[in-house]
């Protein structure tokens, strides 16, 4: 969790020092992809995979393996991004101010909505669906 006044690309060098050596590429948006930001996935040993600026259909070197990375990451990433900031209603700031009770506030929903989704697991109800109500009912 990053500071939301902060470019992405310029806190994302200090945020790779804190993966694991296994991981071998970096998935990013347009604003990831930016000289030092690559430069920093190379010394790491790593890929940086962004899309790139520009007119589609993109052509060049990595163009299949970038389509398919953002592919699933808006199969994945980006529904769950969208069902979470409406489940809490956080469509633009989180209620409370600093980083640390950002942080806080953040990971405290992210337990709370992995306990609905434990608890439809356990009583095979759709994941996710009506997760709203159900909070709002607690």
């Known amino acids: 969790m990053t500071p939301a006044n902060t470019a992405d690309n310029e806190v994302a060098p200090r945020l ?15 604003h990831y992809n930016d000289p030092a930001l690559r430069a920093a996935c190379e010394l790491s040993d790593r890929l940086l995979v962004a899309t790139r600026r520009g007119r589609y259909p993109h052509r060049g070197a990595g163009v299949d393996v970038r389509r398919v990375f953002h592919q699933l990451r808006s199969q994945a990433i980006e529904p769950f991004n969208g069902l979470f900031k409406n489940v809490f209603e956080w469509g633009g700031q ?45």
């Open 16 to 30: 790779f020092r804190q993966l694991p050596p296994e991981v071998r590429f970096v998935l990013g948006d347009t």
């Open 94 to 138: 989180v209620p409370v101010k600093g980083l640390k009770r950002t942080q806080l506030i953040v990971l405290s929903a992210i337990v709370v909505y992995q306990l609905v989704l434990l608890y439809q697991f356990e009583r095979q109800l759709p994941l996710g669906r009506g997760a709203k109500a159900l909070l709002r009912a607690a």
